[in-house]
């Protein structure tokens, strides 16, 4: 199947910095990506949807100007973390499909995200 | 709006017992339904998928089918193994595979 990429896995970052995250389909193209947010032991809390090339669509209660999706080409969508805080520590979730009639999203491995 | 509703955990099992985790969803249309499963400290797999009514998915050892008449998908298998062990969500999504929908998920523990 597909391929999804997110990086980094583990970081831990100072309150007050920003985390960049970055998610790629190495081997096809996604016009939409999504981010996920998952708090420990519940279920994925869709963020928002990335589109390349506009602005990305978030949730509502989502905070668009502290969580910053880039969305610069067709395999790379970025989330950033602006000035984070320890509420922000959570497991972070990249998802994309391959769209022409194939369903399934492909998810990437996750970020776990710890902010001190 | 569309929605699943999945069986609340945590379930423990006896390694070799009969697994079910209940899915029942509301949507419009027809929309395709998966089994993803998370490992810890890992993202989401697929672990099985069926994309339209009648449809049976299955993938080492686990089943689901779509039954549209009870709009439900629950997931089986047989006998378990300590590898089993992992968080199982049930999710759909409409008809463009744009938008998902997830059930809370459910924590299998499985002990030897």
């Known amino acids: 199947g597909a391929v999804v990429s997110q990086h980094p896995s583990r970081v831990i970052c100072k309150s007050g910095t920003s985390v960049k995250i970055e998610c790629r389909s190495l081997?096809?193209?996604?016009?939409?990506m999504f981010w996920y947010r998952q708090f420990p032991k519940q279920s994925l809390m869709l963020m928002a949807t990335s589109n390349e090339g506009s602005k990305a669509t978030y949730e509502q209660g989502v905070e668009k100007d502290k969580f910053l999706i880039n969305h610069a080409s067709l395999t790379l969508s970025t989330l950033t973390v602006t000035s984070a805080h320890p509420e922000d520590s959570s497991f972070y979730i990249c998802?994309?499909?391959?769209?022409?009639?194939?369903?399934?999203?492909?998810f990437g491995q996750g970020t776990r995200l710890t902010v001190v | 709006g569309d929605s699943v509703t999945q069986m609340e955990g945590p379930v423990t099992l006896s390694e070799e017992a009969f697994l079910t985790i209940n899915c029942t969803y509301t949507?419009?249309?027809?929309?395709?339904l998966f089994w993803y499963v998370q490992y810890p400290g890992e993202g989401l797999q697929l672990l099985l998928k069926?994309?339209?009514?009648?449809d049976k998915g299955s993938n080492k050892g686990f089943e689901a089918t779509y039954r549209k008449e009870t709009t439900s998908f629950h997931l089986e298998k047989g006998s378990v193994q300590v590898s089993d062990s992992a968080v199982y969500f049930c999710a759909l999504s409409d008809v463009t595979g744009n938008q998902f929908y997830f059930g809370t998920g459910t924590s299998l523990t499985v002990i030897p």
């Open positions: 949507a419009t249309g027809y929309p395709s």
């Open positions: 998802s994309a499909n391959t769209g022409f009639g194939h369903t399934e999203a492909f």
């Open positions: 069926a994309t339209k009514a009648d």
């Open positions: 081997d096809f193209q996604a016009t939409t």
